[in-house]
């Protein structure tokens, strides 16, 4: 099969189903106990690989990466999704433990397959979920060697909370100090080291990864990051789940991320950071309310967002190809596909039950208000 295949509708000649290879999730979070048993299902659907971050917990080592590995197998097998075992994938948190020889055992194995670096920051300060608990770059030489010789990749979530002087920085201009103030001097000092920018917002960002012509240094992409603005804190109901880090930002940085994912581009590879939380955690205040934006449907809103910048050419490249090709995994088979329905009533899923919590986890773009995200496709069940 030759994909993608669309079919339209005879007389507007607008899609009405397509079928594309199975894409990947290099970019997830799946959270502990009664949480991760309600998200995982939905989180898993669709995909050929997904990539776990290790900020629940945090996971530290190899020995509580496997751990947390089975707990999501075994989620995965009661499902029926067998054939979803060997593409979940185990990142773990870069702090002081992460020594030489550890890398040097993760470069020997298959579940466990990088190093995720969060921001640094006081305990007064708000980085991201999870994080605060890691260490500076600047303080990893060891480390970053041992990546470079084995070819371990570095992942990151590349802000600063807060200036060299201190100085906390606002939300709008964390990561792009980053990547003036540290990212630049770390490509320097470090050549053939492996980076995905996970999360990239920022133009700052793009620059960043597109200066690399050598394929180490990629991007993740997230559909909030391609679909929004600051300005949608503003204007939507469920602004609360927009509420993510990074956050989103100007229309330029908006534009500039969008025209990279979506340019075919082997550097751009399809991340969504879906992160699930309890709605009771999100429905605060907005500055109170937990970061992250659930996304079981986020291979809905990728598909749209590329129909609308008229790129599906690309779209198997950013979802399908670039992140297997980069992980050094086996790309999708021809006939190992997904088929995606225009959908304008059930296209932004139902809020996920959580009966264990007598609570529900609500996706990007629900609401019962009249502003409800309106995508206009859905993967077929």
Known sequence: MKTPEIV??????KPIKITVLRPSNFHAHFRRDALMHAVTPLQLRGYKYVLAMPNTGPIRTIKEALVYHNELAAIAISEGFNDKLSGILMTLYHTADITP????QIAK?????????YPTHRANQEGTTGSGLGRPLEAAD???RAMEETGVPLLGHFEAVEDKHGRELPHSEREGYFVDNYLWDLRQKYPKLRICFEHCSTKKGVEFIKADTSGRTVGTFTPQHLWFTTDDFNRFSWRNHLRCMPYVKTEEDRAAVTDFATSGDMRAIAGDDTAPHLSAAKNKRFEEAACGCYLPHAIALYIAKFIESKAMKNYEYFACLNGPRWWGLPIP???????IRCETEHDIPEPTPVPEEDEFVIPLGWTTEQDKLKIGYALQQ
């Open 142 to 144: 060891d480390m970053l």
């Open 109 to 117: 194995q298959h579940c466990v397959r990088a190093v995720k670096h």
């Open 8 to 13: 339209r509708d005879e007389a507007s000649g």
């Open 333 to 339: 088979a021809d006939h190992d596909t997904i088929t």
């Open 101 to 104: 020889a550890v890398i040097e």
